[in-house]
T-cell receptor
Framework: EADIYQTPRYLVIGTGKKITLECSQT?????MYWYQQDPGMELHLIHY???????EKGDLSSESTVSRIRTEHFPLTLESARPSHTSQYLC??????????????FGPGTRLTVL | QKEVEQDPGPLSVPEGAIVSLNCTYS??????FMWYRQYSRKGPELLMY????GNKEDGRFTAQVDKSSKYISLFIRDSQPSDSATYLC??????????FGDGTTLTVKP
């Protein structure tokens, strides 16, 4: 079982609030990712990081921001939540020594609802 | 056209059936081929990983890669109700960029 954790698991919040979704992994992986996934739909990569102080935008434009101050921690922040941000957010990590980062290990997800 | 196309499903089979899940791709740079299983309201779980062409077996699961046809498959033997989930194929390059399929939802009926 993958050692990657996300909190909170569920969040219901009002429009305009600032939120931070937490993601931590204890596997020592250098690369981490954030995906957005609507129910029954495909995964969309929104951010990734190759290591400390490295962050990149993914394939899907997102109003969220990320930071990577510690290897094991990769939080995602929404400065002002809107109903269009309602979705499931999945964090993942991978190790460059394994299959060139292609084996990804996912957290359980945070289901966000913005009212 | 998407780089990775996955049979859309949904797929419904009786318990004990052999299930075949399939993906095609267009990018010749893909060298790594993965299958993930995702239960409802959970994160994807890595099931199997294959490098380059060939077969890989793990219990009831067999992954096949045919690079000449740009086609990969996941076979599930003796399918169980607990196999009911969405299955995602994913493919990656040596540069570490992975591309996921849209997923196929499988239901195994008792």
């Amino acid at each position: 079982e993958a050692d990657i954790y996300q909190t909170p698991r569920y969040l219901v919040i009002g429009t305009g609030k600032k939120i931070t979704l937490e993601c931590s992994q204890t596997m020592g992986h250098d690369k981490m990712y954030w995906y957005q996934q609507d129910p029954g739909m495909e995964l969309h990569l929104i951010h990734y990081s190759y290591g400390v102080n490295s962050t990149e935008k993914g394939d899907l434009s997102s109003e969220s921001t990320v930071s990577r101050i510690r290897t094991e921690h990769f939080p995602l922040t929404l400065e002002s939540a809107r109903p269009s941000h309602t979705s499931q957010y999945l964090c993942a990590s991978s190790d460059g020594r394994r299959s060139s980062y292609n084996e990804q290990f996912f957290g359980p997800g945070t289901r966000l609802t913005v009212l | 056209q998407k780089e990775v196309e996955q049979d859309p499903g949904p797929l419904s089979v009786p318990e004990g059936a052999i299930v075949s899940l399939n993906c095609t791709y267009s990018n010749s740079a893909f060298q790594y081929f993965m299958w993930y299983r995702q239960y409802s309201r959970k994160g994807p779980e890595l099931l199997m990983y294959t490098y380059s062409s060939g077969n890989k077996e793990d219990g009831r699961f067999t992954a096949q890669v045919d690079k000449s046809s740009k086609y990969i498959s996941l076979f599930i033997r003796d399918s169980q109700p607990s196999d009911s989930a969405t299955y995602l194929c994913a493919m990656g390059t040596n540069a570490g960029k992975s591309t996921f399929g849209d997923g196929t939802t499988l239901t195994v009926k008792p």
